[in-house]
Nanobody, 124 residues
Framework: QVHLVESGGGLFQAGASLRLSCAASGRAIISFGMGWFCQAPGKDREFVSTINWIGDTTNYADSLKVRFTISRDNAKNEVYLQMNSLNPEGAAVYCC?????????????????WGQGHQVDVFE
């Protein structure tokens, strides 16, 4: 069992940058790919980004790859999402998740442990 806790969200002005963190406990995540997903009110959960176990392969939603960067620190058992040039459309609850595989995956069904998520709000 892996327990995930996200942090770093809050209320931000459009154009700002922030870094979300995801701290894992209960088990080392070094063997697993990790992912970030988001869900806005009234919408389905969406893929944001994923990273493989060692951190040398990443993938992003097409609309986000220019502004977002995923990274991980296996020594700290943490994963991060750097979000630049925030816009109001990006306001959502952002969740991190542990992949069932060493590689990163786009589909939420390939993830077996989830954090509760952290809210990111953006105002003009």
């Amino acid at each position: 069992q892996v327990h995930l806790v996200e942090s770093g969200g809050g209320l931000f002005q459009a154009g700002a940058s922030l870094r979300l963190s995801c701290a894992a406990s209960g088990r080392a995540i070094i063997s697993f790919g990790m992912g970030w997903f988001c869900q806005a009110p009234g919408k389905d959960r969406e893929f944001v980004s994923t990273i493989n176990w060692i951190g040398d392969t990443t993938n992003y939603a097409d609309s986000l790859k220019v502004r977002f960067t995923i990274s991980r620190d296996n020594a700290k058992n943490e994963v991060y999402l750097q979000m630049n040039s925030l816009n109001p459309e990006g306001a959502a609850v952002y969740c991190c998740a542990v992949s069932a595989y060493a590689s990163g995956h786009i589909s939420a069904t390939d993830y077996k442990f989830w954090g509760q998520g952290h809210q990111v709000d953006v105002f003009e």
